[in-house]
């Protein structure tokens, strides 16, 4: 078991044995990937956690933030620049749940929109897109989502730009698999992100990362916000 004690703790009150094993092995599989990248085992990253609730690595320069939605999980890691990262399916009732995530623009432009699919698609976009945000700047779900207004179109090349809390934050973006986005959120602007995928090890609870594999990113210490994505399936 890669896992401490909290995390234990918090796998066990899973109802769902599925639900369960994919946060030990998304969480396993952050242990993997952080613990080579400040040099040390798995089981011995120690995390912390700041006044706002999100977690971070004492004594480190490191900036990591985890998110997993089914059978995948997506870990963003930086050097010196607060990151946060969000993946989603896309529901099957979208024109349901957007009144509950989107702001009163963003929700006009929304049921303009003339099919199903584009609205499901749009309201992705927007819900990842808030909750990579909120996840960098560590309030999480804490803040009403309709509170705030990103947009749902499809973002130029360049990604957008969101001013929260004093600060800047950029956001890019991604697709995962058919039906399903992310966006990752930087305090800084990413420049190119790095997308890596990672072959799996079988474990008791099944697949995992396998962890970090050759050269950083950039050649030297800092790591420009990079993404690692892995279906973490317990079959």
């Not at 896992?3 to 993997?32: G, I, M, P």
């Not at 995948?72 to 529901?91: F, K, M, Q, W, Y």
């Not at 990842?128 to 705030?148: F, H, I, M, N, Y």
């Not at 992100?193 to 050269?215: A, M, P």
């Amino acid at each position: 078991m890669l896992l401490d004690a909290a995390e234990t703790a918090r796998a066990s009150r899973f109802y769902r044995e599925a639900d369960r094993n994919r946060y030990v092995l998304a969480h396993a599989a952050c242990r993997r990937i952080l613990g080579a990248a400040i040099g040390c085992r798995p089981i011995d990253v120690v995390f912390s956690t700041a006044a706002d609730g999100k977690p971070f690595l004492p004594g480190s320069l490191l900036r990591f933030n985890l998110s997993h939605s089914g059978e995948h999980a997506a870990l963003a890691i930086s050097t010196g620049c607060e990151v946060g990262v969000d993946i989603e399916t896309s529901p099957p009732e979208a024109d349901r749940i957007a009144p509950l995530v989107l702001s009163d623009a963003e929700l006009s432009a929304y049921f303009l929109l003339p099919s199903p699919p584009a609205r499901a698609a749009a309201f992705l976009r927007a819900w990842t897109r808030k909750e990579a945000v909120l996840k960098g700047v560590g309030c999480g779900l804490r803040r009403d989502l309709r509170s705030l207004t990103i947009g749902i179109e499809r973002a130029a090349d360049g990604g957008l730009t969101v001013e929260l809390d004093g600060g800047v934050w950029h956001l890019s973006d991604f697709a995962m698999e058919q039906e399903m986005l992310g966006c990752l959120a930087t305090a800084e602007h990413p420049g190119q992100i790095i997308f890596r995928r990672f072959g799996v090890d079988r474990l008791e609870h099944g697949k995992v990362f396998s962890g970090l594999s050759g050269e950083g990113t950039d050649g030297k210490d800092a790591v420009r916000p990079t993404l690692y994505e892995q279906p973490t399936c317990s079959t």
